[in-house]
Structures are given as structure tokens and as C-alpha cells.
């Protein structure tokens, strides 16, 4: 009885030797897939970062271009504007003078 007793608790021994081995293997792992975790979280992070970054350096990029198509589109108005403005002002003395040039024409007749 007491050979089967002895073995018994031999057995229990190496069972529960395996079993804080695979535990060990187990916790090891867990670590391992949590590191593995992190830095694909801390990539992602970066890569993400790194976008941003990219679109708000284009979206500065936008704004500027926006901004200079304002400001040429607001001088070619103004110089539109002013050329219309010149072009009348020819257009009425032109006016102007074939007016005058009638109704000296019909007092000398």
C-alpha cells in the first residue's frame, strides 16, 4: 500500500511538474503576444501620426494655393473692371464727339 501510495505521489509530482511548465509556456507566451501587441498598437500609432501630418501639410498646401487663386482671380476682376471702365469712357467721348459733330453738321445746313 504504501509502494502504490509512494508511486501515486510521484506520478501527482511529474503531472503537476508538467502542468507548471505548460503554465510557464503559457505565461511566456501571453507576455510575448502582449509585447507583439504593443508595438503593432505603437506602429499603427505612428503610422497614423505620420498621416496626419501628411494631411495637414497638404491641407496647408491647399490654402495656400486657394489663397493665391483668390488673390489672382480678385486682380484680373479689378483690371477687368478697370479696362471695361476705360473702354466706356473712350466709348462715350467717341459718343461725344459724333454728337457734336451731328448738330454742327445740322446748324451749318
Do not use: P, Y
Not at 33 to 43: G, I
Not at 61 to 87: F, G, M
Amino acid at each position: 500500500l504504501k509502494a502504490a501510495k509512494t508511486e501515486f505521489l510521484q506520478a501527482a509530482k511529474e503531472e503537476m511538474q508538467m502542468l507548471q511548465v505548460e503554465i510557464q509556456t503559457l505565461m511566456e507566451s501571453a507576455i510575448m503576444n502582449e509585447a507583439d501587441a504593443a508595438s503593432e498598437v505603437q506602429k499603427l500609432k505612428e503610422n497614423a501620426e505620420g498621416q496626419l501630418a501628411q494631411a495637414a501639410a497638404q491641407l496647408v498646401q491647399v490654402r495656400k494655393a486657394s489663397t493665391w487663386a483668390v488673390e489672382q482671380l480678385s486682380e484680373k476682376l479689378a483690371n477687368t473692371k478697370a479696362d471695361a471702365v476705360t473702354e466706356l469712357q473712350v466709348t462715350k467721348a467717341e459718343v461725344h464727339k459724333e454728337l457734336s459733330n451731328v448738330k454742327e453738321c445740322a446748324a451749318n445746313h
